[in-house]
C-alpha cells in the first residue's frame, strides 16, 4: 500500500501530472495515516474547507458591474471590467481554491471511517457521521462556486468541471473531460442529501430521549442524551448543519433555473422555488423576515450580545466573531483616514426608488433631479455616502461636490471618489481610524443571509407560478416584496407595486431591483447579471456637483464580450490536460 501524506495539498493546488514535482523530500508533513488515532489532527483535514470559503470574506467584485468602480488602478476586478478579463488573468477564479478544497473534503470522506474520533464507540460513531456530513455539504458548496465560475457552453453542451470524488495523488489520472452541467449539478444534490441525511438541523442542547434519533439511542437514556449533546451539541455551532444544506441546495438550483443556465439541465424555476421555500417555512415564512434585517452589519447591541455561535435572525451561516477595522480603512472617505476604495456609481443611486415606492422615472415619483437625495427610499443613504451625508464617530460632513473644498471631493486626490459616491454599507459608523484613537468594532461575516433566501424564492416563483403564485407554501413572491419593501421603509401603502402585482414582467424587474439593492456591495451582481443574460456592457456613471448643480457622467465602459456570460476555465488547465474543453469564445 503507497504512502499517503498531508503533500496531497500540493496536489490539489497544482493538479499536475509531472511526478518530478513530487520526489523531494517531504519533511515535517503528517502522513495521512497519523490521522486515525488523531481526531484533532482528522479535524483539520475538514477545517481546510471550511478555511477556503469565498464567502469568508468580500470580494467586492461589484467594481466590476455597473454598481461600483474601484479608485485602485491596481483592481484586478477594474482590469477585467475593462477589457483585460482572460483565461490567464481571471481574478474570478475558482477552479484553484474550490478544488483544492474538494481534495481535502474527499480525503475526510475516504478516511473518516477509519478514525478513532472518541474512546466510545458509540460516541465514536456519531462522530463519524457528523464529519462526513460537514463534508458532502461542502463539497456540494464548493462545486456550487466552481459551477458559477466556470460552467458554460462548449461544443454544443453545457458543461461544468471534472466531478471528482476520491483523493488524487501522485498517480491519478488529472487528464479528466468535464462532466456535464446536470451531471454537476446532480452531484451537488446527492452530496446535498447525504449531508441533511447525517446531520441535524441545528445544533442544540437536546431535554430528552426523544429528540435523539433512533440510531443514536444505545445505552441508558442519561447516556444517549449526554452523548447526542457531546456531538451534535451546542458547541458545533457555526459548522454545516442541514439547515445549511438546505440554504446550498436554493443557492444552487436558482443558478441552474436561470436563463443562462436552464437549457442545459433539469433543474427548473419550480425547483429552485421549493427548495427556498423549504427552507423559509423553516423560518417561519414571510413572519420571519428580520425587521432589522437590512442593517446587520450595523446592529451594534445586536452585535455585541451576540452568544458564541449564536445566529441573528437574519443570519443562516456566518463566521466566527473577530474585531477590526479592515473594511473601514479600505472604504471610509479620506477625511474618515480611509482610502474609498469602492465607490458606487450613479446607476445604483438611480436604481433606488423614491421613498412612495415609485421608480424615479416614473410620472408618478415626484423626483426632482435637482434634489436628487429627497424623498428616496431610506436605503439610499443607509447604504451610500452621498454629497452632504454625514459618517464615523463624529458624524463629519462628507462632501463629495468637485467643489467640495476637502480630499471627499470628485477625483481630488488618489483615495477620492470617481463617481461622487463612497460605500457606507457593511462599514461600521462606531470605528475610528484617527491615528491619535484608532478603534475596532466587533464583526462577523455573513455566508448565506435570510434576505437572499427570500430574494431567491420570489424570482423563481414569480417565474414558476407568477407574482400571487404560492405552490405548496403560504407565501408569494408578490408577498416576500411586499415584506421586504416595508421593512425598507417604503411608504404604505404601496401603490407602485400594488400596481404591478398581476404583471409577471414587471414584478421580475422589481424583484431583480429589490436583489440588487437589498444585495448590494455583498458580491451578487456580477453573477447575477450574468445567469440572467443581462446587459454586463452598461457604463459606470457618476455625478459632478459644482455650484449645487448636478451633471451625471460617464465613468468607466464596461467592456465584456458576449460569450464573458460564462467565465473560461484556467489556460493553465488548458494547456496541462487535453481532455479539458474550453468555453466559448475563450
Known amino acids: 500500500m503507497k504512502k499517503r501524506t498531508i503533500f496531497f495539498l500540493s496536489v490539489a493546488l497544482m ?115 457528523r464529519m462526513k456530513g460537514e463534508a458532502y455539504g461542502l463539497r456540494a458548496l464548493f462545486m456550487y462556486y466552481l459551477l458559477r465560475s466556470h460552467a458554460g457552453w462548449a461544443g454544443g453542451e453545457l458543461l461544468g468541471v471534472p466531478i471528482v470524488l476520491e483523493p488524487e495523488d501522485t498517480y491519478s489520472d488529472f487528464n479528466k473531460p468535464r462532466a456535464t452541467f446536470e451531471a454537476c449539478m446532480q452531484q451537488i444534490y446527492s452530496d446535498l442529501q447525504k449531508a441533511e441525511e447525517l446531520l441535524p438541523l441545528d445544533y ?14 444505545i445505552g441508558s437514556e442519561v447516556d444517549a442524551v449526554d452523548n447526542y449533546d457531546r456531538v451534535f451539541g451546542e458547541f458545533a455551532k457555526l459548522r454545516m448543519t442541514a439547515r445549511i444544506a438546505k440554504g446550498i441546495k436554493a443557492q444552487a438550483a436558482l443558478l441552474a433555473a436561470s436563463p443562462a443556465y436552464n437549457t442545459g439541465n433539469t433543474t427548473t424555476w419550480a425547483d429552485a422555488a421549493r427548495y427556498a421555500g423549504e427552507v423559509l417555512e423553516l423560518n417561519g415564512g414571510i413572519g420571519g423576515i428580520d425587521p432589522n434585517g437590512g442593517s446587520w452589519y450595523s446592529n451594534a447591541n445586536q452585535i455585541t450580545g451576540l ?17 477590526s477595522n479592515e473594511l473601514e480603512r479600505q472604504h471610509f472617505p479620506p477625511t474618515l483616514f480611509g482610502t474609498g476604495r469602492l465607490n458606487p456609481t450613479q446607476n445604483i443611486v438611480d436604481a433606488f426608488p423614491m421613498s412612495n415606492g415609485y421608480p424615479i422615472s416614473h410620472a408618478a415619483s415626484n423626483y426632482n433631479p435637482s434634489s436628487p437625495y429627497a424623498n428616496r427610499d431610506p436605503r439610499l443613504t443607509r447604504y451610500i455616502l452621498v454629497n452632504g451625508s454625514t459618517a464615523g464617530v463624529n458624524n463629519t460632513t462628507i462632501r463629495t461636490a468637485a467643489d467640495g473644498g476637502t480630499n471627499d471631493a470628485l477625483n481630488k486626490v488618489e483615495t477620492s471618489t470617481r463617481t461622487g459616491y463612497y460605500l457606507r454599507k457593511l462599514l461600521r459608523q462606531d470605528v475610528n481610524l484617527n491615528p491619535q484613537s484608532t478603534t475596532q468594532q466587533r464583526r462577523y461575516q455573513p455566508r448565506i443571509r435570510y434576505t437572499e433566501l427570500y430574494l431567491a424564492y420570489a424570482e423563481a416563483a414569480n ?28 411608504s404604505q401603502p404601496d401603490n407602485y407595486l400594488e400596481s404591478i402585482r398581476s404583471d409577471k414582467e414587471a414584478m421580475r424587474e422589481m424583484i431583480r431591483n429589490e436583489r440588487r439593492l437589498e444585495l448590494s456591495f455583498e458580491g451578487f451582481r456580477f453573477w447575477d447579471l450574468r445567469r440572467w443574460k443581462a446587459n454586463i456592457n ?49
Open 15 to 129: 493538479f499536475s501530472s509531472c511526478e518530478d514535482m513530487f520526489d523531494p523530500a517531504i519533511q515535517n508533513i503528517r502522513d495521512i495515516d497519523g490521522m486515525y488515532g488523531e481526531p484533532i489532527f482528522a479535524q483539520g483535514i475538514l477545517l481546510n474547507g471550511y478555511a477556503r470559503i469565498p464567502t469568508n470574506s468580500y470580494s467586492f467584485n461589484d467594481v466590476a458591474t455597473d454598481d461600483a468602480v474601484s479608485n485602485d488602478v491596481n483592481n484586478n476586478y477594474l482590469r477585467a471590467a475593462t477589457g483585460q478579463w482572460a483565461a490567464n488573468m481571471d481574478p474570478f477564479n475558482q477552479w484553484t481554491n474550490s478544488k483544492a478544497a474538494i481534495q481535502y473534503l474527499n480525503i475526510m470522506l475516504k478516511e473518516s471511517d477509519k478514525v478513532q474520533w472518541a474512546n466510545n464507540d458509540v460516541v465514536s460513531s456519531m462522530f463519524n457521521d
Open 538 to 586: 452598461e457604463t459606470a456613471r457618476g455625478v459632478q456637483i459644482m455650484n449645487g448643480a448636478f451633471q451625471v457622467i460617464n465613468v468607466e465602459d464596461r467592456i465584456f464580450g458576449e460569450h464573458m456570460n460564462y467565465g473560461p476555465v484556467p489556460y493553465s488547465e488548458i494547456l496541462k490536460f487535453g481532455a479539458l474543453s474550453q468555453n466559448n469564445g475563450w
Open 307 to 323: 452568544a458564541s455561535g449564536a445566529n441573528p435572525p437574519e443570519i443562516l451561516w456566518r463566521s466566527d466573531l473577530s474585531e
Open 204 to 217: 442544540v442542547e437536546i431535554k430528552n430521549i426523544s429528540q435523539v434519533p433512533a440510531k443514536y439511542r
Open 463 to 490: 417565474e414558476a407560478w407568477g407574482p400571487s403564485g404560492t405552490g405548496s407554501f403560504g407565501f408569494s413572491a408578490y408577498d416576500v416584496i411586499a415584506a421586504i419593501r416595508r421593512r425598507a421603509g417604503i
